[in-house]
């Protein structure tokens, strides 16, 4: 089998009403996606976290094997002129590829999976251009718990005064059987995310996630000792390399890849084995479309409880609850959190097919 070609769609979708992190305001919801087609009439699809460069990908593809996988991986890694989100793209596609000629979801090419469904969290909670920001976080919240959730994870990284009415009208609204996760996006520094910790901590947190840049491996620890609280991060990481630290430093309770940052699901698996060697658990993170939705149930899938007893920490897959159709509507199928749990895909590859109509309408729109 050989790679005849590649596109990449360049996607943006424009939100209809904006919402903030502790960074910056989203008004609009981006992806690069690439289509590898072969000469068997098998076509796998990808998602970088940014853009890709067509060009650049096209040269290093055409004409070789899409079983070779991990030789592609290392010679675009190696070689150069591509980037981890080109490289988190081309191996998902490849993977989908290799599971749709064998007929065979990814999660069973990686090993078969530990659940058939995973526990899903309400990721959302984020700052909103509204009078009442208090009362619409409070009314959100509840509304995941109607919908069958048994965990969220809401917005911080405000200022003290903002976090601390916040987190605490979220638990309230919430009641105290509910899991809930607070994550600052890397917008404090250590002495303010440890001073905001403690303020928070009487909402019996699941874990504090991105308090501070993740390249402060000593300031993680410090926030980690000082507080007592799990600690999650690493979303923006790219390659096992830029991981190592925080994990066999252990900066980190739980390390969160992206498998369209990281480096796919190759590179993924790498970053699991260093966790598993470090006692440092894995939770995928999840901010991209249908196709970075499904690769992330699949490598999800394939991740042990770790431990692995009666009644284990969760593994909980990031559910985005914010307005995106490259997520909704992409895949044909969509992928629905049921009951609060989603069903890991059984078919072949990625197990979706994509809506052409959806991406060529929101392909190539402008640059993110
Ligand atoms: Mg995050």
Not at 153 to 171: E, L, P, Q, S
Not at 180 to 205: F, K, Q, S
Request: one cysteine or more; a negative charge.
């Amino acid at each position: 089998m050989k790679i005849t070609d590649i596109k990449v769609y360049n996607l943006r979708y424009p939100l209809a009403e904006p919402f903030a992190n502790s960074i910056a305001w989203n008004t609009a919801r981006t992806a690069g996606v690439i289509e590898v087609i072969t000469d068997a009439g098998v076509t796998g699809w990808g998602e970088g976290v940014s853009n890709l460069n067509e060009t650049a990908v096209r040269d290093r593809l055409v004409g070789r094997d899409p079983f070779d996988i991990e030789v592609i991986w290392n010679d675009l890694y190696l070689r150069g002129g591509v980037g981890f989100s080109e490289l988190s793209a081309v191996d998902i596609a490849l993977w989908d590829i290799v599971g749709r000629t064998l007929e065979m979801p990814i999660y069973r090419l990686l090993g078969g999976g530990f659940r058939d469904r995973i526990p899903a969290y309400a990721s959302g909670l984020f700052l909103q251009r509204k009078a009442d920001m208090t009362r619409t976080l409070a009314d959100e919240a509840a509304s995941y718990v109607d919908m069958g959730f048994r965990a969220v994870k809401m917005k911080i990284g405000f200022g003290v005064d903002y976090d601390v009415t916040n987190t605490a009208a979220v638990r309230g609204a919430i009641g105290d059987s509910i899991l809930l996760a607070v994550d600052a996006n890397c917008g404090y520094d250590t002495g303010t995310a440890i001073h905001v910790g403690r303020r928070l901590m009487e909402n019996d947190l699941l874990w504090y996630e991105e308090p501070i840049s993740t390249d402060d491996v000593s300031g993680y620890r410090e926030i980690r000792q000082a507080l007592g609280v799990r600690v999650a991060g690493g979303e923006a990481l790219q390659g096992r390399w830029a991981f190592r630290n925080l994990i066999q430093e252990r900066g980190l309770d739980i390390v969160q890849p992206d498998i369209s940052d990281a480096g796919g699901f190759t590179e993924c698996r790498r970053v699991a084995a260093l966790a598993s060697d470090n006692h440092v658990r894995v939770l995928p993170h999840m901010w991209g479309t249908s196709i970075r939705l499904a690769a992330t149930i699949h490598w999800q899938a394939t991740l042990p409880d770790s431990p692995d007893t009666l009644n284990p920490f969760p593994s909980l897959l990031e559910f985005d609850m914010t307005e995106n159709r490259l997520r909704t509507e992409l895949a044909r199928e969509p992928i629905r959190a049921v009951d609060g749990d989603v069903a890991v895909l059984q078919g072949p590859g990625l197990g979706i097919e994509i809506d052409r109509e959806v991406l060529e309408e929101y392909a190539n729109a402008g640059s993110i």
